[in-house]
């Protein structure tokens, strides 16, 4: 009945089937030293959680606290040159014209038949320096697409992953914890910008940006300073979170993740990204299978339900409407706040708004009902 | 923690309190601790007849969905209802309140194939 690793291992790179073959963030010893149950992630030996349980993380980040996550395992990509806007506007989906020096912006790159590479965060140091934040799982996939492109332009794309340690500190007591170590005034950040100056006793990049809902910054920085800065903000009081909670917050907020939610089978129409897809700023790669997906309709759609029968939809778990199969969980969970099962699922796009919801659990049918997400109250900085 | 000296064991980690023909069933501290925060118990229903080895029910962590198995057979006669509100009992007490279900014992050589806690602390440190 012991299964618990195996949830994680689907995470697996192809590459990195043998424990040997994983890679090790400078936060390796710090997190067995904090009694972290290490466990396989993209390609990472990662803590799924620390000695005291997922659940008293996840509260901790929901509480008040602040929780500090080791995300070093995502890509960072310099994008560099006269070409760098141009460069970018091609490549990604959202309108890069629109951010202003030191702000953030959620995007995707897709390929030409629409669907997704990789969905990534685009920071714009100035005209002709972004800095490109990408799933650990995708990475090389991603690099190795964005140099093929980089061909046509006069811009530089430069992998700086394995010099970088990126920290995410989520919470309401996260500013406080992280102004003690920045030496610039983190209040002057806003929600989705960034500054740049001294961490510690390197320079980084802090933005206020996350993935659990709640206020928080994500902290770029040299390998070579990522233990001082790990133990400085534990000092402050933060508590070290897993992967499990981290996921627990992402789904809460009905936050989509690669492999899950969205994919190379789903374009921008079917995962509710049009948000993020501007078709209005010229060209890009994927613009016209996305027209023509628009137009000819979606064969799948998202939506967001909350059980009202016991049970925890899980990924992959069947929906049903009416009774009749209808399309499957992608990310599922049970939320302590929401008090119950809730789940984003495709269905077919007649059953986005009609129909009587059921997720079928172990051969039963357990009723649902089509909510929102996110599943319980955001606290990030508007 | 200590593992009560009246319990026997399965190699899939669930326990088995043996008073008379009934059997209380758990799960072994180590399993929980392996398994993390249980969120989610599903129990059978009272009176059903189960075998040994047979999946009786179903315990969630945040991440994982686990069957748990009868160490002997019998007629369910009491299920810990108050798990279905409060599965983390099951971390918090594995041995105690976090028991699952109580069976009326159909076969009196039951628990020929059980553990003691000695062989089962032994059999973790394998």
Same mark, same amino acid.
């Given at each position: ?293 628009? /137009? ?53 796009? /007649? ?17 649902? /009902? %089509? ?5 319980? %109250? ?5 | ?15 088995? %309190? ?59 006669? /009491? ?48």
């Amino acid at each position: 009945m012991l299964m618990v690793k195996k949830q994680w291992q689907q995470h697996l790179q192809p590459t990195a089937n043998k424990v040997s073959d994983l890679l090790k963030t400078p936060l390796f010893d710090a997190h067995v030293a904090l009694g972290g149950k290490i466990v396989p992630f993209a390609g990472y030996e990662l803590p799924v959680q620390y000695k005291d349980g997922a659940l008293k993380e996840y509260t901790a980040v929901r509480d008040g606290e602040a929780g500090i996550f080791d995300i070093t395992h995502m890509g960072q990509v310099r994008v560099e040159g006269v070409d760098a806007l141009k460069f970018l506007q091609y490549v990604t989906t959202n309108d890069v014209s629109k951010l202003v020096d030191g702000q953030v912006q959620y995007s995707a790159l897709l390929n030409e038949q629409g669907t997704f590479i990789d969905d990534i965060t685009t920071y714009k140091i100035n005209d002709e320096a972004y800095y490109l934040c990408i799933n650990a799982a995708n990475r090389l996939k991603d690099v190795t697409h964005l140099n093929a492109e980089a061909a046509n332009f006069d811009v530089s794309v430069t992998d700086e992953s394995d010099e970088t340690t990126l920290l995410a500190l989520q919470g309401a007591k996260a500013q406080a914890a992280l102004q003690t170590i920045a030496d610039f005034d983190l209040e002057a950040i806003g929600y989705y910008k960034f500054a740049r100056g001294k961490i510690a006793s390197a320079g980084g990049i802090i933005s206020r940006t996350g993935y659990t809902g709640e206020d928080g910054f994500e902290i770029y920085i040299p390998n070579s300073i990522a233990v001082e800065v790990w133990d400085a903000l534990l000092a402050q009081g933060a508590v070290p979170i897993g992967l499990a909670a981290r996921d627990m917050l992402r789904t809460e907020m009905g936050y989509a993740l690669y492999g899950h939610e969205i994919s190379d089978a789903v374009t921008p129409v079917e995962a509710k990204l049009m948000w993020i897809t501007k078709l209005a700023k010229g060209d890009f790669i994927g613009k016209q299978a996305v027209e023509t997906r628009k /137009e000819e309709g979606a064969q799948k759609r998202l939506i967001a339900l909350k059980l009202t029968g016991r049970g925890i939809p899980r990924e992959h778990y069947k929906v049903f409407v009416d009774g009749v199969e209808s399309g499957e969980v992608t990310s599922g969970m049970h939320s302590p706040l929401a008090g119950g099962g809730v789940a984003v699922a495709y269905v077919k796009p /007649e059953h986005v708004t009609d129909g009587t919801l059921t997720v079928e659990i172990r051969g039963k049918q357990i009723e649902a /009902e %089509r909510t929102t997400t996110p599943f319980v %109250r955001s606290n990030v900085r508007r | 923690m200590s593992v009560p000296t009246d319990l026997k064991f399965t190699k899939e980690h669930e326990w088995v %309190r043996i008073e008379g023909d009934t059997a209380t069933f758990g799960i072994s501290d180590h399993a929980q601790e392996a398994l993390g925060d249980l969120v989610f118990v599903e129990l059978p229903e009272v009176g059903r007849n189960i075998d040994a080895g047979e999946a009786y029910g179903v315990i969630e962590s945040v991440k994982a969905v686990s069957d748990v198995y009868a160490p002997v057979g019998g007629e369910v006669i /009491e299920i810990n209802e108050t798990l279905e509100s409060e599965a983390d009992l099951v971390n918090s007490d594995a041995y105690g309140a976090g028991w699952i279900i109580k069976v009326k014992i159909s076969d009196n050589n039951a628990d020929t194939d059980l553990m003691n806690p000695e062989e089962y602390t032994e059999f973790l440190n394998d």
